[in-house]
Nanobody, 126 residues
Framework: QVQLVESGGGLVQAGGSLRLSCVAS????????VGWFRQAPGKEREFVAG????????YYVDSVKGRFTISRDNAKNTVYLRLNSLKPEDTAVYYC???????????????????WGQGTQVTVSS
């Protein structure tokens, strides 16, 4: 069982930056793939970034490439999402999810065995 807690969201002006954190419980978290998702009002949830259990493989949706960076510190059971050059269209609730497969590609296949955090709000003003 893994429990996830996100933090770091807030209100920022366009062009600004934030760093989101996803802290996990559980001794085996280091082997889990972790993904960051976001959901804006009236829109479907979007898979934004993912990182493999080893930390060597990452994924970004095209709209955030070059602006967002996902990383992990397994010693702290934490995965980060650095958000730079924020745009108003980045406004959403951001969620982290973890999957024991160790592969971020699993998030495209199924929601089975995913653990989710409660979300953190990111609001970007123009």
């Amino acid at each position: 069982q893994v429990q996830l807690v996100e933090s770091g969201g807030g209100l920022v002006q366009a062009g600004g930056s934030l760093r989101l954190s996803c802290v996990a419980s559980g001794r085996t978290f280091s082997s889990y793939a972790v993904g960051w998702f976001r959901q804006a009002p009236g829109k479907e949830r979007e898979f934004v970034a993912g990182i493999g259990g080893s930390g060597g493989s990452t994924y970004y949706v095209d709209s955030v490439k070059g602006r967002f960076t996902i990383s992990r510190d397994n010693a702290k059971n934490t995965v980060y999402l650095r958000l730079n050059s924020l745009k108003p269209e980045d406004t959403a609730v951001y969620y982290c999810a973890a999957n024991p497969s160790g592969s971020w590609s699993r998030f495209f296949v199924s929601n089975d065995n995913n653990y989710w955090g409660q979300g953190t709000q990111v609001t970007v003003s123009s």
